[in-house]
């Protein structure tokens, strides 16, 4: 006659909530993992620090860090909103927007690139929030 077996639910039922919340502990540090690996592939040449949706940040020169951006013809440059509010990244002046390019409004960790083809001296800005603003140099 073969044995039978019984784990007694004693035993069973700890084992199952164990392996429950293990499962749902790693669920969560890939999901972190995954944040990670977002930041990390955003090779960003400018960003869009926290807080920035308040006026201050143009006295210190900080609403997009760096305030201004150095390439030559031909080369791309890549925005990154670290802020948890929307901004966007607008070509032109407030209310004076030249349509060269335009992210649209650019959500927590979204990022934008433009390839620069002519050289010149760009100026670009958030929809959002007028004392935004900065400047691409193209050689
Ligand atoms: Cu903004």
Not at 19 to 29: E, F, H, N, P, T
């Amino acid at each position: 006659m073969n044995k039978i077996i019984v784990i007694p639910l004693s035993i069973f039922l700890p084992i199952l909530i164990i392996v429950g919340v293990l499962s749902v502990a790693s669920d969560k540090s890939e999901i972190s993992s995954e944040i990670e690996e977002i930041e990390n592939s955003v090779d960003a040449d400018v960003i869009m620090p926290t807080k920035v949706s308040r006026p201050g940040c143009e006295e210190i020169d900080r609403c997009y860090i760096p305030s201004m951006v150095n390439i030559v013809k031909g080369e791309t440059v890549t925005w990154l909103n670290e802020d948890s509010a929307f901004h966007s990244v607008t070509s032109g002046f407030y209310d004076e927007p030249t349509g060269l390019f335009d992210s649209g409004y650019m959500e927590y960790l979204q990022s934008f690139s433009y390839t620069f083809d002519d050289s010149g001296v760009f100026d670009y800005y958030c929809t959002l929030h007028p004392w935004m603003k900065a400047q691409v140099v193209v050689e």
